[in-house]
């Protein structure tokens, strides 16, 4: 007999029929001539409530079984007049693997920190395991998303040559011996002696190559890990996560931030529909009331301004802020949070951002000061997508990158694109991780990647 998923069981309601199901034991509790198990094999946030008798084979030595060990149950499945509908009376039951009393995850609450630590099995807590079940619904949602407007799903190159953001924040890949690194008379690397035969990292974006596809093919999107050597150790910053970056010939600024807004809408949208059970787990534990703010969101057109609004807004507030608000600098997270959090109440599109804060990639505007860029920040997160629409003015990018002191010859394929029927274009990256952290509450990223690296830290 093959086993059945709890959540099979019960989005079909099998009554009367044999089944076998298989999990791990939430809680067993000894009456008189029976027992209770609930179990829960992680295929769904519900549990799973098994009754057996004591006429039972082995009914001793399962009845000593704790919470985590795992069970094998054949049983008729039946309706119940419990908080469940349906619950299993048990012709059978077998241990698969018993647990001893140091099980790290006893029922009573553990804190995120000390569930970081045993991030192998935090999937098994009822918060992780619907956690992860929304991380897989957000990507599924992506897919159809993107599928369902045209898009190619395209996968860019995870090691590379070029620093596309340009802030420095690379993961450097060699295969030289640190300690015996071959040097020239001034004593400098001679890179062309490594595995690429030249300096080679780990990808900061894909965008660079997603251009090329989107001058070819139209509309594409790339989703893939992304690197970063930032030294921020912040609630909202990994070494290793993951981006959805949409690239679309012929498309303006405008297009890109709709796309965007659109996007996080619909990734709503999707989870309300697919995770009730998960979603009020995280409205009564995790985040009071974020099923009703979710909604709103899903249904309000975000609101629009630039840069150079978002610093009047800033300056009239009179709060203090840390860090000084004055045109050209960088809105830092406390800014972001007054915006999206105090101001507008909700999230919010900065566009036209100052040229000397963005990338080299970004389309000069007339004013010569600003680029066209644009950031979606949402409350309790701040930035969760950053995009622009890019150069394609051959002799304005060539400028720009000699300006920037960047390796011509490793940009001249990307000029290329501009070279040859070049085409007005635009794009975004969304950071996976910020977006499950969004839609579930969870106030620390490292809780919402399987197993989180950030500085000084890469266990498992
Ligand atoms: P931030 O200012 O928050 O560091 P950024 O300006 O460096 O973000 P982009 O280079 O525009 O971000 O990257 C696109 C998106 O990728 C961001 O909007 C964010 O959602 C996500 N992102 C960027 N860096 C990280 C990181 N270290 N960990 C997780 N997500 C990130
Ligand atoms: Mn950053």
Redesign the pocket.
Known sequence: MRRTTVRNLFDKKPIGEDILVKGWVKSLRKSKTFCFIVLNDGSAQKDLQIIADESLAGYEDFTKCLVGSSLSIHGKLVESGGKQPIEVQASAVEILGTTPQDYPLQKKGTSMEFLREIAHLRPRTNVFGAVFRVRHELAQATHKFFTDKGFYYLNTPILTAMDA?G?G?LFRVSTLDPNKLPLDKSGKVIWEKDYFGKESYLC??GQLEAEAFACSMGSVYTFGP?F?S?N?N?T????????I?PEVAFADLEEVAELGAEYIQFMIKHVLEKCPDEMALFNSFVEKGIIAKLEKVAATPFKRITYTEAVDILLKSNKKFEYKVEWGV?LQ?EHEKFLTDEHFKGPVIVTDYPKEIK?FYMRQNEDGKTVRAM??LVPG???????SQREERLDIIEAKIAEEGLDPDLYKWYLDLRRYGTVPHSG????????VMYITGMSN?RDVIPFHRTPNHIDF
Request: charged letters at 30%; aromatic letters at 10%; hydrophobic letters at 40%.
């Open positions: 953001e802030a924040e900061v974006t992304t970063r930032e921020s912040t909202r910053h990994l070494s290793e996560f993951w981006m970056e960088d997270t990338a950031d979606i997160i701040g930035e969760i997508i950053g995009g975004f990256g969304l950071g996976f991780e910020r977006a990223i």
